[in-house]
């Protein structure tokens, strides 16, 4: 019997948080990409995408070549890849992934139907989280959409520094602005997380009510904000 169960958790998947999460938001992730839309057609950018505890279930369900990761910690995909999904894997789907801490997200060339930032604006200083928007509005293309976390406080972070592994906080009114500037719409919605809150970002010209009806028409699941009050769990 194993007493503390974390022990035998590769370091990978501890590294960008607790054991039981890997799992548990792997499926959830994918969940919701599927009621927003995606398609294994589409194309899809996981920025911060760390040992691909999303990647790993989203790349195996797109088609090949339309999976791209960025992260600044290499080790972490190649343990994903040697530990999670393997090399054969790698080779039929043919993902892409660039290495940078700076935001960039015009690297690979393309533009994306979907944007994925799991709790990576939650430990992010202002300029960087602005970047995000201004570069995610670069790449997203006309009817794309972004779907991030951030941890939801009274006050913003003001500090320069990226904080990691603790988490820093915004109002959900300056992610709103941000994301404004550069061009986008942002709306928070109800989906589960222990301590962050989710958003759904995309160009001004996107219904998102739409979006988030064929969820609830197809699937019984109530994704937007007005329609949906419940607290987060």
């Known amino acids: 019997m194993i007493d503390n169960p974390d022990a035998a958790v590769p370091p ?9 999460n890997y799992e548990l938001l792997s499926a959830r992730h994918f969940m919701l990409f599927f009621l927003l839309g995606m398609r294994e ?3 899809f950018l996981d920025f911060g995408c760390g040992s691909l505890r999303s990647g790993r279930l989203i790349m195996t369900y797109l088609a090949p070549d339309r999976y791209c990761g960025i992260d600044p910690n ?3 995909i190649d343990a994903a890849i040697q530990q999670e999904i393997g090399q054969s894997l790698v080779e039929i ?3 892409r992934f660039a290495f940078n801490s700076d935001g960039t997200m015009t690297s690979f060339g393309i533009s994306f139907d979907f944007i994925h930032a799991h709790s990576v604006l939650t430990h992010a200083p202002p300029q960087l989280s602005q970047t995000f928007f201004q570069q995610a509005a670069k790449v997203l ?3 794309g959409i972004v779907l991030a976390t951030f941890l939801r406080g ?6 320069s520094e990226w904080v990691y592994p603790g988490l820093v906080s915004y109002r959900l009114e300056t992610m709103q602005q941000w994301a404004a500037d550069a061009g986008l ?3 928070a919605i109800p989906w589960p997380h222990r301590k962050q809150t989710y958003f759904v970002a995309a160009h001004q010209g996107v219904n998102l009510d739409l979006v988030f009806d ?3 028409r197809d699937y019984a699941i109530k994704l937007h904000p007005q329609k949906n009050a419940s607290p987060q769990r």
């Open 141 to 143: 293309t006309s009817s």
């Open 74 to 76: 290499r080790w972490l």
């Open 93 to 95: 789907k043919r993902p």
């Open 12 to 20: 990978h998947r501890t590294y960008i948080g607790p054991a039981e």
């Open 154 to 159: 009274d006050v913003d972070y003001s500090d």
């Open 214 to 216: 064929e969820a609830w």
């Open 41 to 43: 057609r589409h194309t």
């Open 185 to 187: 719409q942002l709306v």
